[in-house]
């Protein structure tokens, strides 16, 4: 028996993960990389910021180079290589050298798909236009670069409200455009819930996004090659000098897809947990293949660094060695910052978690990200999604500064373990002031899942149907005057015990505070002095407040 022979398609993330993995395992084996594109094993999540300045010199986008590979692990890599078929049943790959305009076959043992995900660029009139980008990898960083410092435009339209759409607002404005952004569905980042979203588009139109939610694309005007405004579906004309394309990411299938292996129900290449796909002498991971979803349990596609590094590494091994552990399911957890802020999110949105059959809830912490009395404490609001009855823990969401990523992390830990509101109340987390609090976030949101789920308080979520009686502002009147919902009166906390015949104890009552603290506090004592029905408004003013 001769020499094992991996062949990996994509020299990337999950590519080069495999890569390197595999050498570790099996310092035998032939082991040899073909990316399509110019440059392997580069930072594409730091792109949007070599385009603002923040990373600089270009080079440091570069974490390996071929070179690199052949001399520290005896790897090839053949770059500007595209596989543009496999042949199962001789176990081989057609490879075309880009620059050579030839094509050669080349043998595996071990085939590893690793082909990544492409942008989505609707089929518009004017999508071929020279200042409209998508992007994915450096020469797209380049070429956007390019356009700002050579042609110094003054208005940007992106498309698509996700992830690289944010990062790509804060760096065209960090650069000094004005900046639009549309994006077809009702909110932006889609996959948060629409109270989380709504605190992600406060910040964006406060830094001077100009936001089109609710409205997708159904043109570009163009004019001599290039796009001049983009037309939405309802004729509006957005001005643009320059247009970046975010509206999502596809698999790449097409070779699974023409060698017959099977898709799954997302998608994306279906692999099982060493990443194997129906031939068992073929793997796929990363953005390309499906993963299992922590919560849900079933095959979906994450188009995640974390995963695809991951799950690469697992897959190198088990083609180097036929054996490794099987691969983590994937909560989703992801994190994006802007304008000095950061959204981070981990398993289901309440949603999703209620359009998957789960009979979810969820509460809210507004709180700084360590004490109040110490000095730089930056405000967040976390969302935890738990299961009733089960008390498990589905998923987490938070909007603010400092300290998202903890937060979320915390809970992603929580979930992978399958942990319930209950352990996540009893975590023994660190605290120093400048740190922490020792009721920290994820203990409040915690804690407010406890109550509601033991029945000692009822509340209701920002966008349910206001109950019709009293609504009672608890706040200071200090803080009612500068603000508080229509309707309301103003029944501090303090006074609340000795003013209680001012209500009515045979009709509902709301209580609402700031953040929903204070009012938890004030249905306590409604409920016990006779009020048989007492909602408090979770997240208080701050999430119910109107605009």
């Not at 037309?231 to 000098?241: N, Q, S």
């Not at 994190?335 to 789960?358: C, D």
Request: glycine share 12%.
């Amino acid at each position: 028996m001769g020499t094992l022979r991996i062949v990996i398609v994509g020299g990337v993330a999950a590519g080069a993960s495999a890569a390197t993995r595999a050498r570790r395992m099996n310092e035998q084996a032939e082991i040899v990389i073909f990316e399509k594109g110019s440059e392997v094993s580069f930072a594409n999540c730091g792109l949007p910021y070599y385009i603002g300045g923040q990373i600089r010199p270009r080079g440091k986008l570069f974490l390996a180079t071929p070179e690199y590979f052949r001399q520290t692990f005896n790897i090839q890599v053949h770059t500007r290589h595209e596989v543009a078929r496999i042949d199962r049943e001789q176990h081989a790959v057609e490879v075309i050298d880009l620059d050579a305009g030839r094509s050669r076959l080349e043998h595996y043992d071990k085939l590893i798909l690793a082909p990544g995900a492409a942008p989505v660029m609707p089929p518009w009139p004017g999508a071929g236009c020279a200042n409209v980008f998508v992007l994915r990898d450096v020469p797209d960083s380049d070429r956007i670069k390019a356009w700002i410092d050579d042609h110094g435009p003054r208005r940007a339209v992106i498309v698509g409200g996700g992830y690289i759409g944010l990062e790509m607002a804060e760096v065209l404005r960090g650069r000094g455009l004005e900046v639009s952004l549309v994006e077809r569905l009702p909110r932006v980042m889609p996959l948060f819930d629409a109270v989380m979203a709504r605190e992600i588009q406060r910040v964006l139109s406060a830094e001077g996004v100009t936001l089109h939610c609710g409205r997708g694309v159904e043109s570009l005007a163009c004019r001599d090659g290039l796009a001049e405004a983009v037309r939405l579906a309802d004729g509006t004309l957005l001005d643009a000098d320059m247009v970046v394309v975010a509206a999502g990411v596809r698999p790449m299938t097409q070779l699974a897809v023409a060698a017959g292996l099977a898709i799954g129900a997302s998608g994306a290449i279906a692999a099982d947990a060493q990443g194997r796909t129906s031939d068992p002498d073929i793997y796929a991971v990363g953005d390309a293949a499906e993963v299992v979803h922590a919560v849900l349990g079933r095959p979906m596609q994450v188009p995640l660094a974390g995963p695809a590094n991951r799950n690469g590494r697992l897959a190198g091994q088990h083609a180097a060695t036929g054996s490794a552990r099987p691969a983590t399911p994937v909560a989703g957890t992801s994190i994006v910052g802007f304008f000095g802020h950061a959204a981070g999110m981990t398993g289901l949105s309440l949603e999703a978690a209620r359009a998957a059959g789960r009979d979810a809830a969820c509460s809210f912490a507004i709180r700084g990200h360590h004490v109040g009395y110490y000095p730089g404490a930056e405000n967040m609001v976390l969302m935890l999604v738990y299961e009733r009855g089960t008390r498990k823990v589905l998923g987490a969401q938070a909007v603010g500064g400092a300290g998202v990523d903890k937060r979320i992390d915390v809970v992603a830990t929580a979930i992978h373990f399958g942990g319930t509101i209950d352990d996540l109340a009893g975590l023994d987390l660190a605290y120093a002031p400048q740190f922490g609090a020792a009721k920290d976030p994820v203990h409040i949101a915690a804690f407010a899942a406890q109550n509601q789920e033991d029945g000692l308080v009822e509340q209701l979520l920002p966008g349910d149907p206001r109950i019709t009686g009293q609504l009672v502002d608890v706040r200071t009147p200090a803080e009612h005057a500068a603000g508080t919902l229509l309707g309301a009166i103003n029944i501090p906390l303090a006074s609340l015990r000795a003013r209680l015949e001012e209500l009515d104890r045979s009709k509902p009552v709301c209580v609402f505070c700031g953040v929903g603290q204070r009012s938890y506090n004030a249905a306590r004592i409604l409920s016990q002095h006779g009020f048989q029905k007492v909602y408090n408004l979770a997240g208080g003013y701050t999430l119910h407040r109107p605009g």
